[in-house]
C-alpha cells in the first residue's frame, strides 16, 4: 500500500530558476522600499516651514524631531501645548532613560504633571509615552521619578545646570 501511495503521489521538485526568481523578487522589494523611504525623507524636507516638525538646537547634541500633534490614545485629541524648549530625546536612546539629559528629565516629568497634558492624556503612561516619545514599563518610570524626588535640589540643580554635557547626563544622577 505504501508504494502505491507513492506512486500516486506529486513530487514537487524545485528548480534552481524559481529560487533565482524568488531571490530577485525579494531583491526588487527591498530596492522599492528603499526608494518609498528616500522620497519620504525628502518630502519633508521639501515642506514649509511651518508645516515641518519642531526640532530642538541643543549644544552639543543632534537636533530631533517631534511630531506637533502627540495623541497615543485620547479618543479627541486636545492640542498640547509644548514647554518652550522640547525636551530633548537623544537618537542613541534606545532603551529609555540611557542617553537622557537630566534637564531633559526634568521638563519630561514637569509636562507629565502638567494640567493639559492631563486633559489629553487620562492615564499617566499614556502622558509618559507622549512625552518620552517611546512606551516605557511603569517600574521603569516610577523608578526614574522616585530618583528624582528623592534627590536634594542642590543635586537636581547642579546637573540640571550641567545642561547637554557628559555632566549633565541623567546616567549621573544619583541612586
Not at 499614556?126 to 542642590?154: H, L
Request: charged share 35%.
Amino acid at each position: 500500500m505504501l508504494a502505491k501511495r507513492r506512486q500516486l503521489e506529486k513530487l514537487e521538485i524545485i528548480d534552481e530558476s524559481d529560487i533565482e526568481a524568488e531571490m530577485e523578487s525579494r531583491k526588487q522589494h527591498k530596492e522599492l522600499a528603499l526608494r518609498q523611504k528616500r522620497l519620504r525623507e525628502e518630502d519633508e524636507d521639501d515642506r514649509p516651514a511651518s508645516q515641518r516638525p519642531r526640532t530642538s538646537q541643543p549644544s552639543p547634541p543632534p537636533a530631533f524631531t517631534r511630531s506637533p500633534s502627540l495623541t497615543l490614545s485620547s479618543p479627541a485629541p486636545i492640542p498640547l501645548e509644548l514647554p518652550s524648549k522640547p525636551i530633548y530625546i537623544p537618537s542613541s536612546c534606545i532603551r529609555w532613560p540611557d542617553d537622557m539629559y537630566t534637564m531633559d528629565m526634568k521638563e519630561g516629568f514637569t509636562l507629565i504633571d502638567s494640567a493639559e497634558m492631563k486633559k489629553q492624556h487620562k492615564r499617566l503612561m499614556d502622558r509618559v509615552a507622549a512625552v518620552f516619545e517611546r512606551s516605557i514599563p511603569e517600574t521603569t518610570y516610577y523608578d526614574q521619578r522616585r530618583r528624582w524626588k528623592q534627590a536634594t535640589e542642590e543635586q537636581r540643580q547642579r546637573l540640571v545646570d550641567a545642561g547637554h554635557t557628559r555632566a549633565g547626563l541623567w546616567a549621573n544622577f544619583p541612586k
